[in-house]
T-cell receptor, first 111, second 112 residues
Framework: GDSVTQMEGPVTLSEEAFLTINCTYT??????LFWYVQYPGEGLQLLLK?????DKGSNKGFEATYRKETTSFHLEKGSVQVSDSAVYFC??????????FGTGTSLTVIP | EAGVVQSPRYKIIEKKQPVAFWCNPI?????LYWYRQNLGQGPELLIR????????DSQLPKDRFSAERLKGVDSTLKIQPAELGDSAVYLC??????????FGPGTRLTVT
């Protein structure tokens, strides 16, 4: 079946460091891909999305590129801030409109 | 635009008691989802509605869980009776047809 695998956490970085969170997927057809962020005590918020191969989603300095050849959608940010501390979820929506989420990666940014 | 509203935010009950959660989706969103999120895990779908119709409830434990979405708007999710393993955050999300999901803040359930 369809699934999402993302790198295990937790990840701890110093402020202004470069961030990469790996995400790979398994799906038939051409899914849409998403990154969601969850701050403590809150629901998930959409961070960025890409709906077809080679699309790049971007928001708030975060970027991810839909790579069909490697079935990946890695999240990157060039310079993280303390306020980026949260849990990040990679997700896909398949052609049947079903969503699958990864297990989440906890990020802590220290000043 | 108002977001997805859920209530209550927190609920503590004893095992074998019933509990209900309520969700009001974003106006105009046809699709409504209920997820369960265990600690340290991603959301897992319990049920998905397209308007009033439950189109995907394969992961809903039907012996104790039930859900309804009257008139294709608000939805309730019920557990009866609750078990210790039901302790989790229950998330509601809505989306326009084939659009991205918008999540509510969730209901944190603790079963003692």
């Amino acid at each position: 079946g369809d699934s999402v695998t993302q790198m295990e956490g937790p990840v701890t970085l110093s402020e202004e460091a470069f961030l990469t969170i790996n995400c790979t997927y398994t799906a038939t057809g051409y899914p849409s891909l998403f990154w969601y962020v969850q701050y403590p005590g809150e629901g998930l918020q959409l961070l960025l999305k890409a709906t077809k191969a080679d699309d790049k989603g971007s928001n708030k300095g975060f970027e991810a590129t839909y790579r069909k050849e490697t079935t990946s959608f890695h999240l990157e940010k060039g310079s993280v801030q303390v306020s980026d501390s949260a849990v990040y979820f990679c997700a896909l929506r398949n052609t049947g409109n079903q969503f699958y989420f990864g297990t989440g990666t906890s990020l802590t940014v220290i000043p | 635009e108002a977001g997805v509203v859920q209530s209550p935010r927190y609920k503590i009950i004893e095992k074998k008691q019933p509990v209900a959660f309520w969700c009001n989706p974003i106006s105009g969103h046809n699709t409504l989802y209920w997820y369960r999120q265990n600690l340290g895990q991603g959301p897992e779908l319990l049920i998905r509605y397209e308007n009033e119709e439950a189109v995907d409830d394969s992961q809903l434990p039907k012996d104790r869980f039930s859900a309804e979405r009257l008139k294709g708007v608000d939805s309730t999710l019920k557990i009866q009776p609750a078990e210790l393993g039901d302790s989790a955050v229950y998330l509601c999300a809505s989306s326009p047809r084939r659009g991205e999901q918008y999540f509510g803040p969730g209901t944190r359930l603790t079963v003692t």
